[in-house]
T-cell receptor, first 109, second 113 residues
């Protein structure tokens, strides 16, 4: 079965604290993993994808095939990082996205 | 606005009715995706079209159908509506087939009473 699990519905941290949003996936082939973000009153948008290996807005994510995880990390959270974060999987270059339930990140001043 | 547009923004209708949701992709994008977001199921992939042809199907009910027209806009038709169909319906577009970045529309909020 193809599934994405984000175990935390809400993650609340103080500004300047490290952040780790967890994502685990279930897929037997070679998936492509993404993180999408939705800021308040904005559209869902791509944050980063594992093949690009980029750091976007200070966020990074490493694909760990052994642990089937793709956790999103940032060393120092900023208030503007407060948003809903979705981990998503695309099976075998199909384009369709299988989303996790999402995690709301709340960064307190 | 050259981004993905969806109409209407909100739709309130009764059980048993039929509605049509419309999506216009970004200029130049050939792929259109439909997703349903509900409180209990989260964001679920429904169906994908590429250049007028259906390319992938997800958890789409038989009461639902979609199509992509020659001008590349897409419509999602929902019939025999039930209370459980109340949800936010998103359209997204991408430049081609495969794992290109998907650009999402603002969504259509459907309320079935």
């Amino acid at each position: 079965a193809q599934r994405v699990t984000q175990p935390e519905k809400l993650l609340s941290v103080f500004k300047g604290a490290p952040v780790e949003l967890k994502c685990n996936y279930s897929y037997s082939g070679s998936p492509e993993l993404f993180w999408y973000v939705q800021y308040s009153r904005q559209r869902l948008q791509l944050l980063l994808r594992h093949i690009s290996r980029e750091s976007i807005k200070g966020f990074t994510a490493d694909l760990n095939k052994g642990e089937t995880s793709f956790h999103l990390k940032k060393p120092f959270a900023q208030e503007e990082d407060s948003a809903m974060y979705y981990c998503a999987l695309s099976p075998s270059n199909t384009g369709k996205l299988i989303f996790g339930q999402g995690t709301t990140l709340q960064v307190k001043p | 606005d050259s981004g993905v547009t969806q109409t209407p923004k909100h739709l309130i209708t009764a059980t048993g009715q039929r509605v049509t949701l419309r999506c216009s992709p970004r200029s130049g994008d050939l792929s259109v995706y439909w997703y349903q977001q509900s409180l209990d199921q989260g964001l679920q992939f429904l169906i994908q079209y590429y250049n007028g042809e259906e390319r992938a199907k997800g958890n789409i009910l038989e009461r639902f159908s979609a199509q992509q027209f020659p001008d590349l806009h897409s419509e999602l038709n929902l019939s025999s509506l039930e209370l459980g169909d109340s949800a936010l319906y998103f359209c997204a577009s991408s430049v081609g087939l495969g794992n290109y970045e998907q650009y999402f529309g603002p969504g259509t909020r459907l309320t079935v009473t």
